[in-house]
């Protein structure tokens, strides 16, 4: 007699579900509690909802959300704009104006860049994409909201420099595989210098406000207070300060001091203070646009270095410094010369390399001033 065969059928896996928003906000709480036992609390924090940045790419601010989708903006309603940092590669989630702010940085693939820009600049573009997340906004690097090439859903894609590169597929099902990441970084034991941690983006450096403002003193003030007062050599080129702050005012031996390169924006009227300074160098801080009028209490300063700031207009201050004798302002966005200019007592360099003055007030200088040393483009 014949034996019937039997079959066993084996049961088709099943895809794991895709969490919802809430799981993952609670996903979210629970990386950051491993984070800060194993790393301490500057592994997470939170922007404000209203963070400002200090400057916009394009003056014309579009609305952009139409391109948010449903799941990404319960995940933010639960959280806020949350941020974690495990000392290599962190991830921040962009409040509503720095969602702007970065989106317009952004290119589109397939376009020049000059086409987009000259769209944006007239307030006239139809903005594809929306970029709510980053590891590295310097570069422009991160993630964005836009269209899938396989139809009308929204879904991530992933942004280097400045161009959306690959879909991700939908915010919940990228995000669950970022907090994976993250998560085994939270696991791995391994020692991170505190300077490594912290808001990953900086963003609070580059923002408006009340926080902001307090946030770039603090910053600042860290740097300067690892330095001796009675030290009479400060030079500042190694960290992002945005301000020099009143704490400045307390290295009154200073004989040169030295911050190029830190992006500030607003010097404090202490640095008056420095009495026997004789050198300043703010080259190369492009945002740093105007300078206080205590300036002019610097009565022992022989040099004064602005190249590469956005000084567009000299304060007459600088009039009233007895021994200047050095004034750089090589790329300054100068329009004119002073009058005043030509009397300044001590001063015998000039430096103007490129500039965009007019001829005719650099040759008014010459002959107000015919020992005066003007260094120009050749």
């Keep these: 007699m014949a034996t019937k065969k039997t079959t066993s059928r084996t049961s088709p896996t099943k895809k794991p579900a895709t969490p919802t928003p809430a799981e993952l906000a609670t996903q979210w709480r629970e990386l950051e509690a491993r984070l800060g036992e194993a790393l301490g609390p500057r592994t997470s924090g939170q922007y404000p909802s209203e963070l400002e940045p200090l400057a916009m790419t394009f ?13 990404y ?60 997340a980053s590891e590295d906004l310097n570069d422009i690097n991160g993630y964005c909201f836009g269209k899938s090439a396989q139809g009308d859903g ?17 915010f919940t099902a ?6 994976g990441a ?13 300077d490594a941690l912290g808001d990953p983006l900086d963003l609070l450096l580059d923002s408006y406000g009340a926080t902001a403002t307090q946030a770039r003193e603090e910053r600042a003030a860290a740097v ?8 009479k050599h400060l030079f500042l080129h190694t960290a992002t300060l945005r301000v020099l702050p009143d704490m400045v005012g307390e290295f009154t031996e200073l004989e040169s001091l030295s911050a190029t390169g830190v992006r500030l924006v607003l010097l404090s009227s202490a640095l008056g203070r420095l009495t026997k300074l004789k050198n300043l160098n ?24 602005l190249d ?44 103007l390399r490129q500039t965009r003055l007019p001829a005719e007030s650099i040759e008014a200088l010459k002959q107000a001033r015919p020992d005066l040393t003007i260094e120009l483009s050749t």
Excluded at 59 to 71: F, I, K
Excluded at 154 to 170: F, H, K, R, Y
Excluded at 174 to 179: E, G, R, T, V, Y
Excluded at 311 to 336: G, M, W
């Design 59 to 71: 003056e014309h601010a579009p609305d952009l959300g139409a391109l948010l989708p449903d799941d």
């Design 73 to 132: 903006q319960r995940f933010v309603e639960e959280l806020g704009y949350r941020w974690v940092n495990p000392g290599k590669k962190g991830l921040a989630f962009l409040p509503p104006r720095w969602r702007v702010q970065a989106s317009q940085g952004m290119g589109e693939p397939g376009r020049p860049w000059t086409v987009v820009r000259e769209e944006r600049e007239a307030g006239r573009h139809d903005y594809r994409f929306v970029m709510f």
């Design 154 to 170: 929204l879904v991530v894609w992933s942004v280097e420099d400045s161009l959306p590169t690959l879909e991700q597929g939908t």
């Design 174 to 179: 990228w995000l669950a595989k970022k907090l």
């Design 182 to 194: 993250l998560g085994k970084q939270a696991a791995t034991p391994r020692k991170v210098r505190d």
């Design 224 to 231: 300067l207070a690892g330095h001796p007062r009675n030290t």
């Design 282 to 305: 703010l080259s190369n801080n492009p945002e740093l646009t105007s300078l206080p009028a205590e300036l002019a209490r610097l009565q022992s300063l022989e040099s004064l270095a």
């Design 308 to 351: 590469g700031t956005g000084v567009k207009d000299l304060p007459e201050t600088l009039l009233q410094l007895p021994k200047l004798r050095y004034l750089n302002l090589k790329a300054a966005p100068l329009t004119s010369l002073p009058d005043w200019l030509g009397r300044m007592p001590a001063l015998q360099t000039l430096v």
